[in-house]
Each structure stands twice: as structure tokens, then as C-alpha cells.
């Protein structure tokens, strides 16, 4: 497994936002974390990124126990839903901060930059700063500024909740063939099923900051094994969705 969470429990307050939380992710899949607000899924994503400790349970990144490690040494990339980017930096100096920060080579430094505007499509683009970008182009920026020094792993919070509707669907459709044409293991919150559905290779359902169900999209809305994830999770919805994804793969082929 690239991640595991075993049996993790957080408190903040007498709140209990982690509940004996255990799940694994494979090298390479993208994943998210699906449920309402409060169910705890940006805390467990804290809880990986190194922002808080668990109160109990164990914290694993390729086998290896990182509950103490700090974040900056866990090689984990942050796509935030508010972008984050600093604003008088250029897009190209905001997808090169990381680098610096790890003291790279001028030329080396160019060339990732120049790799991630491809990647990104705004390879002529890298001059302008965030405030005369769209917002699916600051999320695109924030995308690559995350993956500039190679993560092992790339936490996502709820990454298209600040763009609007149209766009929000043509942007997770890129970022999910991103992140295969990367092949960076991935996870992402998200209280949207539609998005979790469409994006997700897997979906770990989340209620009251416990696991209520883990599987394929697919599995979740066929076989809903607790009464939350029934209620939850729009069957119907789902299937038209699949539907539709179908028509667009024939259509592209």
C-alpha cells in the first residue's frame, strides 16, 4: 500500500472527528473521500498532509510509520480549494517555490517549470499572476505547483469547490486524466457524490468520522452495506452518470 490509516482516532474538544479509522490506498489510485460536512474527511486528510497528529492509530506512507515525521519530510504534494497561490508571484515562480524551497538547480528548476505549463496547457501563461487567471486556470496552476518536487503522494481538499458548475466538470475530467498520465497516488475530499463517482477509482464513505464503506463507485451505489451509504448515495443518479460516461467514451474513441 502507498497509504495506509490504522485504526486512527481524533478528538478536538470532545468531538470525535476520527473514529477508529482504517483504510488503504494503492500505488497509483486515486481516491476519495466522500461525505457530508462533518464527517471528518478533511481531518483525516490533515492527518496524512502531517498538519495534525492522531490522537491514536498509526499513520503509514510505503510501509513506513510517519506519525512523527513532520509534513514537509513526507513528500506529500497540497492542492487547497482556495488555490493558495501566492498572488504576486507569476504563475511560473508559484509552480517553482517548492523547488527552491528544496535548494534545486537554476536549470533544473526551468526545466520542471517548463514540463508542468506543458502538462497544464499554459505553457504561454507562465508571466501572468493568479488575479488575471480563471479559476479553473488557478486550480490547473495549484495543480502543478504541487506536483514541482516530485510528491509521493497528492492530497486534494475539496480541489473544484470554488469553481463554477461547468467549469467544475470539465476541470475534474482533466484533473483525473492527469493524475494517470502522472500515475501519483491520489486522494481527495469531496461532498459531492457526483464528483467522487466520475473522478474516484475508489471511494471511502464517510459519517460521523467513521468509515461507514470502501469500493469502487460502481460497488457503493450496487451494494450499499449500511443504511447511511443507502440514504446517501443517489442510485439512480449514479447510473445516469455511468451512462453518460459511456456515451462520451464511445464518442472519443
Not at 194 to 223: F, L, S
Given at each position: 500500500?502507498?497509504?495506509?490509516?490504522?485504526?486512527?482516532?481524533?478528538?478536538?474538544?470532545?468531538?470525535?472527528?476520527?473514529?477508529?479509522?482504517?483504510?488503504?490506498?494503492?500505488?497509483?489510485?486515486?481516491?476519495?473521500?466522500?461525505?457530508?460536512?462533518?464527517?471528518?474527511?478533511?481531518?483525516?486528510?490533515?492527518?496524512?498532509?502531517?498538519?495534525?497528529?492522531?490522537?491514536?492509530?498509526?499513520?503509514?506512507?510505503?510501509?513506513?510509520?510517519?506519525?512523527?515525521?513532520?509534513?514537509?519530510?513526507?513528500?506529500i504534494g497540497?492542492?487547497?480549494?482556495?488555490?493558495?497561490?501566492?498572488?504576486?508571484?507569476?504563475?511560473a515562480d508559484?509552480?517553482?517555490?517548492?523547488?527552491?524551497?528544496?535548494?534545486?538547480?537554476?536549470?533544473?528548476?526551468?526545466?520542471?517549470?517548463?514540463?508542468?505549463?506543458?502538462?497544464?496547457?499554459?505553457?504561454?501563461?507562465?508571466?501572468?499572476?493568479?488575479?488575471?487567471?480563471?479559476?479553473?486556470?488557478?486550480?490547473?496552476?495549484?495543480?502543478?505547483?504541487?506536483?514541482?518536487?516530485?510528491?509521493?503522494?497528492?492530497?486534494?481538499?475539496?480541489?473544484?469547490?470554488?469553481?463554477?458548475?461547468?467549469?467544475?466538470?470539465?476541470?475534474?475530467?482533466?484533473?483525473?486524466?492527469?493524475?494517470?498520465?502522472?500515475?501519483?497516488?491520489?486522494?481527495?475530499?469531496?461532498?459531492?457524490?457526483?464528483?467522487?463517482?466520475?473522478?474516484?477509482?475508489?471511494?471511502?464513505?464517510?459519517?460521523?468520522?467513521?468509515?461507514?464503506?470502501?469500493?469502487?463507485?460502481?460497488?457503493?451505489?450496487?451494494?450499499?452495506?449500511?443504511?447511511?451509504?443507502?440514504?446517501?448515495?443517489?442510485?439512480?443518479?449514479?447510473?445516469?452518470?455511468?451512462?453518460?460516461?459511456?456515451?462520451r467514451y464511445?464518442?472519443?474513441?
Amino acid at each position: 500500500m502507498q497509504i495506509e490509516m490504522r485504526h486512527v482516532n481524533k478528538a478536538f474538544d470532545g468531538f470525535h472527528a476520527s473514529r477508529d479509522v482504517s483504510f488503504g490506498v494503492e500505488s497509483g489510485r486515486l481516491a476519495a473521500l466522500l461525505g457530508p460536512s462533518g464527517s471528518g474527511k478533511t481531518t483525516i486528510l490533515r492527518m496524512i498532509a502531517g498538519l495534525d497528529s492522531p490522537d491514536s492509530g498509526d499513520i503509514l506512507i510505503k510501509g513506513e510509520r510517519v506519525n512523527n515525521l513532520p509534513g514537509s519530510k513526507r513528500g506529500i504534494g497540497l492542492v487547497f480549494q482556495n488555490y493558495a497561490l501566492f498572488r504576486y508571484m507569476t504563475v511560473a515562480d508559484n509552480i517553482a517555490f517548492g523547488l527552491k524551497v528544496q535548494k534545486k538547480g537554476k536549470h533544473e528548476i526551468k526545466a520542471r517549470v517548463e514540463e508542468l505549463l506543458e502538462l497544464i496547457s499554459m505553457k504561454e501563461l507562465g508571466r501572468r499572476y493568479p488575479y488575471q487567471l480563471s479559476g479553473g486556470q488557478r486550480q490547473r496552476v495549484a495543480f502543478a505547483r504541487a506536483l514541482a518536487p516530485n510528491p509521493q503522494l497528492l492530497l486534494l481538499d475539496e480541489p473544484f469547490a470554488a469553481i463554477d458548475a461547468k467549469i467544475r466538470r470539465e476541470l475534474r475530467r482533466w484533473l483525473k486524466e492527469k493524475i494517470e498520465m502522472v500515475g501519483i497516488t491520489s486522494i481527495f475530499v469531496t461532498h459531492d457524490q457526483e464528483e467522487a463517482m466520475e473522478v474516484a477509482d475508489m471511494v471511502i464513505v464517510m459519517n460521523e468520522g467513521a468509515v461507514e464503506q470502501i469500493g469502487t463507485p460502481e460497488n457503493i451505489c450496487r451494494n450499499p452495506r449500511t443504511g447511511f451509504v443507502k440514504d446517501f448515495i443517489d442510485v439512480e443518479r449514479f447510473e445516469a452518470l455511468r451512462l453518460i460516461g459511456k456515451k462520451r467514451y464511445k464518442e472519443n474513441s
